[in-house]
């Protein structure tokens, strides 16, 4: 290894400050690189010093600390993200509880879809008008699960929920509909 990395303690110092910056972030990777350059040039280096005064120590000594920072920088850049991923994921679940918590108190049936048109959430009063349990049906096409047909007519009519998916608002029914259960 000397020709390509120089001395066998430059080895152990990388990684020294490749743990202490991927841990510890860009604090404690300053504290690495200062600690072992100074431990480096009084104890390894002849003749003893922190540098040599030619171009090739200075840009050497540069890399060190530029690869070192980046390393600390770059991890608390990821605990960061990490962190925020995290707290995203608890209160994307807070608030699924609390739809759910909202939904079961409703007295109006209230069925729940992705984007996709599959069912995702039902209340117990949208249970008992379809004739469906939410076990069974979560993930399952809406219209499967909710049929419907014109009032005047036996005729099944077309889910306004595929028109909603489409257009991307409300829609209203110009005649009375039924829903026919399961």
């Known amino acids: 290894?000397?020709?390509?990395?120089?001395?066998?303690?430059?080895?152990?110092?990388?990684?020294?400050?490749?743990?202490?910056?991927?841990?510890?972030?860009?604090?404690?990777?300053?504290?690495?690189?200062?600690?072992?350059?100074?431990?480096?040039?009084?104890w390894f280096q002849n003749p003893k010093g922190l540098f040599e005064p030619n171009v090739a120590s200075f840009v050497t000594i540069a890399g060190w600390y530029a690869v070192g920072i980046t390393v600390g920088v770059l991890s608390r850049m990821r605990t960061q993200a990490q962190c925020g991923a995290r707290a995203q994921q608890l209160e994307a679940i807070s608030q699924r509880e609390q739809l759910r918590s909202t939904l079961s108190c409703m007295a109006d049936a209230v069925l729940v879809a992705d984007v996709h048109a599959r069912l995702t959430l039902m209340n117990r009063a949208a249970e008992a008008l379809t004739g469906w349990n939410i076990t069974d049906s979560t993930g399952e096409p809406l219209e499967k699960l909710f049929s419907i047909r014109r009032e005047d007519s036996h005729d099944t009519a077309k889910s306004p929920i595929e028109r909603v998916l489409h257009r991307g608002r409300v829609v209203h029914e110009q005649s009375p509909l039924l829903l026919i259960t399961r």
């Open 1 to 42: 290894l000397n020709p390509v990395m120089g001395h066998p303690s430059v080895a152990t110092f990388m990684a020294a400050i490749l743990l202490g910056a991927w841990f510890g972030g860009g604090g404690p990777a300053i504290f690495c690189l200062v600690v072992l350059h100074v431990a480096h040039g009084y």
